[in-house]
């Protein structure tokens, strides 16, 4: 019998190329309670994220996805709701539309990496999950921004482009976003608290480690869908991250392996 991640393997494999073009990767629904904003908006922003997104995630299909506003989000639920549905909790008060876009993005980030294979932290190195998503957010906001330029969801909506880019751009500048100067270094110091806490120091160690894997990524941006051969290991008694590491390499084609290498060989985790 095949275990889920192997199915999923083969899944990804032999999906032809041609079907992207006839159906959207997956589908989105807005909860009709959503409050502060009007959900058909809202669920035109989540329709364009997805629009944007994906050339970049591969011949990769999702399950639907519903969308609550509740405070306790931004989070992809590990359970689903009675029709097998994803769930993700934004936490978005009004028409902040960058916002939405850029929490969007990061959990949809997590489905596509199969975060329900390791859930609660199972493998230790969820931190590098959580990184690597908010790496992937801060990148579809500037592939967002370049969508509304040319193909906003309304016409009027083609102004709030560069607002985009402005959110991106204030994110970047952040102090606890900047480069480590020895990345192998910042990471044996803090390797123990990022495997004991995935949002460590309230996610700033993760924000700063994604500023490195969206630089790596920016020279791969069609290797993105590496993403889906994330957390497809074997479950073994080896936690580190040279076997997690390790085990998405080998479980990715080799034309998506080369930004993995580079953040293995940043970390000094090369073999």
Same mark, same amino acid.
């Given at each position: 019998?095949?275990?889920?991640?192997?199915?999923?393997?083969?899944?990804?494999?032999?999906?032809?190329?041609?079907?992207?073009?006839?159906?959207?990767?997956?589908?989105?629904?807005?909860?009709?309670?959503?409050?502060? &904003?009007?959900?058909?908006?809202?669920?035109?922003?989540?329709?364009?994220?997805?629009?944007?997104?994906?050339?970049?995630? $591969?011949?990769?299909?999702?399950?639907?996805?519903?969308?609550?506003?509740?405070?306790? $989000?931004?989070?992809?639920?590990? @359970?689903?709701?009675?029709? $097998?549905?994803?769930?993700?909790?934004?936490?978005?008060?009004?028409?902040?539309?960058?916002?939405?876009?850029?929490?969007?993005?990061? @959990?949809?980030? %997590?489905?596509?990496?199969?975060?329900?294979?390791?859930? +609660? +932290?199972?493998?230790?190195?969820?931190?590098? @999950?959580?990184?690597?998503?908010?790496?992937?957010?801060?990148?579809?906001?500037?592939?967002? &921004?370049?969508?509304?330029?040319?193909?906003?969801?309304?016409?009027?909506?083609?102004?709030?482009?560069?607002?985009?880019?402005?959110?991106?751009?204030?994110?970047?500048?952040?102090?606890?976003?900047?480069?480590?100067?020895?990345? &192998?270094?910042?990471?044996?110091? %803090?390797?123990?608290?990022? @495997?004991?806490?995935?949002?460590?120091?309230?996610?700033?160690?993760?924000?700063?480690?994604?500023?490195?894997?969206?630089?790596?990524?920016?020279?791969?941006?069609? &290797?993105?869908?590496?993403? +889906?051969?994330? +957390?497809?290991?074997?479950?073994?008694?080896?936690?580190?991250?040279?076997?997690?590491?390790?085990?998405? %390499?080998?479980?990715?084609?080799?034309?998506?392996?080369?930004?993995?290498?580079?953040?293995?060989?940043?970390?000094?985790?090369? $073999?």
């Amino acid at each position: 019998m095949l275990t889920k991640f192997k199915f999923l393997l083969l899944l990804l494999l032999f999906i032809p190329a041609w079907t992207v073009a006839l159906a959207p990767p997956f589908q989105v629904s807005v909860d009709p309670t959503w409050q502060a &904003a009007d959900p058909k908006d809202v669920q035109a922003v989540l329709d364009s994220t997805i629009l944007s997104i994906a050339p970049y995630i $591969g011949n990769r299909r999702l399950d639907p996805i519903v969308v609550k506003n509740e405070e306790k $989000g931004p989070i992809s639920l590990y @359970e689903r709701d009675k029709q $097998g549905k994803y769930i993700i909790l934004l936490d978005v008060n009004g028409r902040y539309w960058s916002q939405l876009a850029y929490q969007f993005s990061h @959990e949809t980030c %997590h489905l596509l990496s199969n975060y329900d294979l390791a859930p +609660n +932290n199972l493998s230790k190195q969820q931190w590098f @999950e959580e990184s690597l998503c908010e790496a992937f957010s801060l990148f579809s906001l500037g592939k967002l &921004a370049d969508q509304w330029d040319k193909n906003p969801p309304y016409p009027n909506w083609k102004d709030y482009a560069p607002e985009l880019r402005k959110y991106l751009a204030d994110m970047l500048k952040e102090d606890q976003r900047s480069f480590a100067p020895n990345l &192998a270094s910042w990471y044996q110091q %803090h390797k123990t608290t990022l @495997e004991a806490d995935p949002y460590a120091d309230n996610r700033r160690l993760n924000e700063k480690f994604a500023s490195h894997l969206l630089k790596i990524f920016s020279a791969y941006p069609e &290797a993105w869908a590496a993403i +889906n051969y994330m +957390n497809l290991g074997d479950d073994s008694q080896d936690k580190s991250l040279t076997k997690y590491l390790k085990d998405w %390499h080998d479980n990715a084609p080799a034309n998506l392996r080369a930004p993995i290498q580079a953040i293995q060989q940043q970390l000094g985790l090369q $073999g």
